[in-house]
């Protein structure tokens, strides 16, 4: 089992549609968690790091789940500019991050 | 924000020759730096932690006489390509904890090589 998984999609979706992403992470010691963004042939940039309480961040929502060990990324009102591959990543100790393989979405007008 | 510069961003070599890349923290102190490979849709795989001042950790199935790592200064480390093949291309991504440890990584812009 991988130690980071994630649906590798894609998912294609009309614009103003609701979508969300899951990750699910093995290690239950594993102690912070991000989402990062990354368009083809870049380098991934950080969109936001995810608590157990819940954050917002305009219309991206993280969430984090500690007993099922999954988080989730909701994206509202989706944008053309949303299409890109969506990483979830888990910090398990000393600043490394392991990756899950990314979600691709498709933004369609 | 925090600044990470990597070059070059993109190098073609032929088969048997070295390459090396920079990764540099352009406005912060970085004590760990770590290098990420990612083939084409696939996802970043950790390749070594580059710690300064001392060897760099690999991961398993990383060979450390092929990719060979310095990080001899707090700003800058370096990732080498010892004989390369095609199957070393790829796209090399380095990222950088500042020594401040807010916890975030910064990555640099990440450097595709092909090997022909």
């Known amino acids: ?109 | 924000g925090a600044v990470v510069s990597q070059h070059p961003s993109r190098v073609i070599c032929k088969s048997g020759t070295s390459v090396k890349i920079e990764c540099r923290s352009l406005d912060f102190q970085a004590t760990t730096m770590f290098w990420y490979r990612q083939f084409p849709k696939q996802s970043l795989m950790l390749m070594a932690t580059s710690n300064e001042g001392s060897k760099a950790t690999y991961e398993q199935g990383v060979e450390k006489d092929k990719f060979l790592i310095n990080h001899a200064s707090l700003t800058l480390s370096t990732l080498t390509v010892t004989s390369a093949h095609p199957e070393d291309s790829s796209f090399y991504i380095c990222s950088a904890a500042s020594i401040t440890n807010t916890g975030e990584l910064f990555f640099g812009e990440g450097s595709r090589l092909t090997v022909l």
């Open chain 1, 1 to 109: 089992r991988k130690e980071v998984e994630q649906d590798p999609g894609p998912f294609n979706v009309p614009e103003g549609a609701t979508v969300a992403f899951n990750c699910t992470y093995s290690n239950s010691a594993s102690q912070s968690f991000f989402w990062y963004r990354q368009d083809c042939r870049k380098e991934p940039k950080l969109l936001m790091s995810v608590y157990s309480s819940g954050n917002e961040d305009g219309r991206f929502t993280a969430q984090l789940n500690r007993a099922s060990q999954y988080i989730s990324l909701l994206i509202r009102d989706s944008k053309l500019s949303d299409s890109a591959t969506y990483l979830c990543a888990v910090n398990n100790a000393g600043n490394m991050l392991t990756f899950g393989g990314g979600t691709r979405l498709m933004v369609k007008p």
